[in-house]
């Protein structure tokens, strides 16, 4: 092979690595185990476009490294292959959503191999399939069988509360529950029917049914996350977004709450993900304070972290949802606040907590009385209250807070000023009667305030002290087709679980997958869609699992797919443990990682698993952006400027596909062929060729600078593609796409192939003994790229194997002592071209069994110096001298040399300056 035939090569190996499953990964006890994952990736229609490899590229160069430094590698691929697309596609065109997502795998599938990714394909999982969501379902069937016990701080059995109710009720039970508990004996949950006792039991189980306010979308007939709504409509379709209320399964991550911002401490992420973790679960240490409503029976519960500026409220603000709004409004106030609560109620939460600009409310006609100083204080409804936030409700104290001031100042209500730490303004009743505040708290520093008038809240019963969490239970349905069923059947209006060897519970066959005429799921289309009991025959859940339930445990699974008998053998999942390294989107930083890592914790307080914490090292890489092109069309002609000339003429610009312009040059003859109304185009060229403009956007479909890999890989090969990718920046940030220097990366595995070969392009490589020139160059990217490798800096490794191939060209370098160990080097990287030089070295087996060659430091010792030999301060020339002569070894070689001796004209110099490693200066 003269040249580098990179189609022949790529395709030989790709074959090779599937024939002989080179990446299977199977436990080896005898070795230390890694175990690298991707987030999840779903198979949309379009297929990968070139910023999707990004994190794969940089996941498989490490694995492939960890496999030469001798690590047993578990490095899967699958599938997140339930989703709201494929069922959109469905209804538009009565296909079933399996068709469209088994299309849409096989084409993820084909672009990923061609790629060379080192995956283990026997262990791909697809969330769609049923002999995967058989095991997420059974999951669900734990969770709903536990709850959370506080004192024990873990998921238990509902088995032992059920007993624990039998032998004494509930009384003494600390456990994580719905807040509208009352009190029963042993006696009397024996004596409660089987409805009651699962009434209550539902209000104790991990998973719940529940009345929830949710993002309600009628056109698309379901349920949307709060990430699936901007500004009221639908990210997809941008459809109108209702807020509503609706019976909703939820799970109790809350439970959690602590545990989860604990944990963070113990894994090895960014601090921003660390931090957006923590703000979403939003701890906050306070009280609840309650506020009787004047000549009402209605108490209002607020959460408040500075109750020691209660004199400080003049208002208090309910939630629109909030179900006290509607008994509190007087009749002079009824059509004003039901005219703003029925406006504010449908605007999305994300909006109402983001904007600060809008300022809106309604004021109910009714009045609290503060419990410290019985002072009447206004009630208003307020949109930036959220209802599933503490208690729906805020004590607005203007003074402390931004949107408490911008609301009181718009509607002019007082704002009054409260001392820090102290309870100013006010009498604070103690036990002996009327104390002045400041004899008490002035002074007091903030902490010491707020325990002192937490202590007279509960003393008093007119609240307590309280630690509260931002984060609100999950939402756990949909009203989808595409989702795994809730293995649930009703009965009196109660759930219940089916069996687990009726598991899974398929899909049904449904004749629309849009929501019944009624308004019920698309699975109340099912004929049947019943469950057979000894009992009788009861109706199933018609709502589905959201898209997060598959992708929350994955990760286990990819140790053991092929198990019927369990999720996964916990042999398996100890010995891989959690994942060495996760690579994916920032995006994903509160969501996905959170329910993970929430799944993960309940699994392991039920033995299921050995660990708490799924990701040990995550990164999270950057986008790649698109460059996108354009052309310049005079206006109202059909012919386009080049770049440099548009300034001349009244043009319009128009994005033009990047995949027909060549270093910013257009194509003429695919640009008039690329839309019909170009044909017959003229062009204003500039020296015989049309320049495009170019501009760094957001690569997507509408700019037409969405770059297809399967293309590059056409032009220049899959190891062209992931050396361009890592040499594009450090993972971590965002970069822009530029076809015009992948180029230079091309051409660097051609003088790389052509170290191997000689100048008639025979492989040629010589037994001899390297030089030290050689053995450095070798030494130098051999420790580069461990280095890099362990910094995750694999743009700088790039750069330097193009320099170590370059010194190594100009030594005419064919030493297989140095080239051998480069191949090495370079494979995690370029795998194609270094298993092919691999082979033609004499090796039998793929290069992935290699070991990683040993940096030995002293092949990067100096033991020549170059020495700038001066005559009367005037540097001469420079000497090539060993470091280890002495002085006057040093000045008899510089005396020696024809050049000096030219300098001196026959004179003996004065006086000869030598300073060993640095310098000569001969002064005459």
Not at 504 to 529: F, H, I, S
């Amino acid at each position: 092979m003269a040249e580098y035939n990179f189609q022949e090569v790529e395709n030989k190996w790709q074959a090779y690595w599937e024939q002989n499953q080179t990446f299977k990964a199977r436990v080896d006890r005898s070795k230390p185990k890694f175990y690298s994952l991707d987030m999840f990736p779903y198979p949309s229609g379009a297929g990968l476009h070139v910023g999707h490899p990004l994190g794969y590229i940089a996941s498989d160069i490490v694995t492939r490294f960890k496999r030469l430094k001798g690590f047993n590698v578990l490095h899967p691929m699958g599938y997140d292959s339930f989703g709201l697309p494929a069922e959109q596609y469905a209804i538009q065109t009565g296909q079933h959503p399996a068709i469209t997502t088994g299309e849409n795998i096989a084409r993820y599938t084909e672009q990923l191999k061609n790629i060379g990714f080192a995956f283990d394909w026997s262990k791909e999982v697809r969330t769609s399939d049923p002999s995967y969501y058989k095991w997420t379902q059974w999951i669900f069937m734990q969770i709903f069988n536990s709850y959370y016990d506080n004192k024990q701080q873990k998921a238990i059995s509902i088995d032992s509360l059920i007993r624990i109710f039998e032998e004494e009720g509930n009384l003494n039970v600390d456990a994580v529950c719905d807040e509208d508990i009352h009190h029963f004996t042993g006696n009397e949950w024996k004596n409660y029917t089987e409805k009651r006792q699962q009434e209550i039991l539902l209000k104790y189980r991990m998973t719940y049914l529940a009345e929830t306010t949710v993002n309600w979308c009628p056109a698309l007939g379901t349920v949307l996350s709060n990430d699936e709504v901007k500004d009221g409509f639908s990210e997809r379709g941008g459809h109108p977004v209702e807020r509503k209320k609706m019976m909703q399964w939820s799970m109790r991550i809350t439970a959690y709450a602590e545990r989860l911002l604990q944990d963070l401490e113990k894994v090895d992420w960014a601090e921003p993900i660390k931090e957006m973790q923590r703000n979403w679960i939003g701890k906050s240490i306070g009280a609840d304070v309650t506020f009787q409503v004047k000549n009402h029976d209605i108490k209002i519960k607020v959460f408040t972290t500075r109750v020691d500026t209660i004199y400080g409220v003049t208002y208090l603000a309910l939630a629109p949802e909030s179900e006290m709004v509607a008994d509190l409004i007087t009749e002079d106030q009824r059509e004003t606040v039901e005219a703003y609560v029925e406006v504010a109620k449908n605007r999305s939460e994300r909006d109402r907590m983001t904007d600060v600009k809008t300022i809106s409310g309604a004021f109910t006609g009714s009045y609290a009385i503060n419990p410290f100083n019985g002072e009447e204080i206004q009630i208003w409804v307020a949109d930036y209250v959220l209802a599933g936030y503490g208690t729906g409700a805020v004590m607005a104290v203007p003074a402390h807070d931004e949107r408490d001031y911008n609301f009181a100042r718009h509607f002019g209500l007082e704002i009054r000023q409260v001392i820090e730490g102290s309870l100013e303004e006010g009498s604070f009743p103690g036990k002996g009667g009327i104390i002045m505040n400041s004899d008490i708290l002035n002074g007091l520093e903030m902490r010491a305030a707020m325990d002192k008038a937490i202590a007279f809240l509960e003393e008093k019963n007119i609240g307590k002290g309280k630690i509260q969490y931002r984060m609100r239970d999950a939402i756990f349905t949909r009203q989808r087709y595409w989702g795994e069923p809730l293995p649930v059947y009703f009965k009196e209006g109660m759930p219940y679980l089916i069996e687990e060897k009726d598991l899974p519970l398929v899909l049904p066959e449904v004749d629309k997958y849009l929501p019944t005429e009624d308004g019920e799921p698309p699975l109340g289309r099912a004929t049947n869609w019943t469950y057979k009991t000894s009992e009788g025959e009861f109706p199933l859940e018609m709502s589905t699992m959201p898209g997060w339930a598959g992708s929350s445990w994955y990760f286990f699974r990819y140790t053991d797919p092929q198990n019927e008998i369990s999720f996964a053998d916990r042999e398996k999942t100890d010995y891989w443990g959690a994942v060495d390294l996760y690579i994916g989107g920032a995006e994903h930083a509160t969501g996905h990682l959170l329910y993970s890592r929430f799944w993960t914790k309940f699994l392991y307080d039920i033995g299921a698993v050995g660990i708490e914490e799924p990701f040990q090292k995550m990164i999270n890489q950057g986008m790649i952006q698109g460059r996108s092109n354009f052309v310049y069309r005079v206006k109202g002609s059909n012919t386009f400027v080049s770049h440099g000339l548009k300034e001349s003429y009244d043009v319009s610009e128009m994005h033009v596909d990047v995949n027909i312009v060549y270093n910013d040059q257009l194509n003429l003859e695919k640009f008039v062929n690329w839309r019909p109304d170009l044909k017959g185009a003229e062009f204003i060229l500039e020296d015989g060729k049309y320049i495009c403009g170019a501009e760094v956007e957001k690569m997507s479909k509408s700019k037409y600078n969405v770059v297809n890999p399967d293309d590059i890989i056409t032009r220049y090969g899959a190891d062209t593609l992931r050396l361009y990718e890592m040499f594009l920046g450090p993972l971590e940030q965002f970069k822009p796409w530029n076809t015009n220097g992948i180029d230079g990366v091309y051409k660097f595995l051609r003088k790389l192939w052509r170290l191997y070969h000689d100048k008639n392009g025979h492989f040629s490589v010589s037994d001899a003994a390297a030089v030290p020139e050689e053995l450095k160059s070798l030494h130098k990217i051999i420790k580069k790229a461990e280095d890099d490798m362990n910094n995750h800096s694999f743009n700088t490794s790039v750069s330097a194997f193009m320099i170590c191939v370059n010194e190594l060209s100009a030594l005419n370098c064919n030493k297989r002592s140095i080239l051998e160990p480069l191949a090495i080097v370079v494979s995690p990287y370029a795998p194609h071209i270094a298993e092919e030089l691999w082979s033609l070295l004499g090796r039998q087996t793929s290069i992935v069994e290699a070991a990683y060659p040993q940096f030995n430091e002293k092949y990067l010792v100096e033991n020549i110096h170059e020495y700038p030999v001066s005559i009367n301060g005037k540097m001469r020339l420079k000497l090539s001298l060993p470091l280890n002569l002495s002085k006057e070894e040093i000045e008899k070689s510089a005396m020696d040399n024809e050049i000096v001796q030219k300098w001196l004209e026959g004179k003996s110099p004065k006086k000869v300056i030598v300073v060993p490693g640095k310098i000569v200066n001969i002064v005459v």
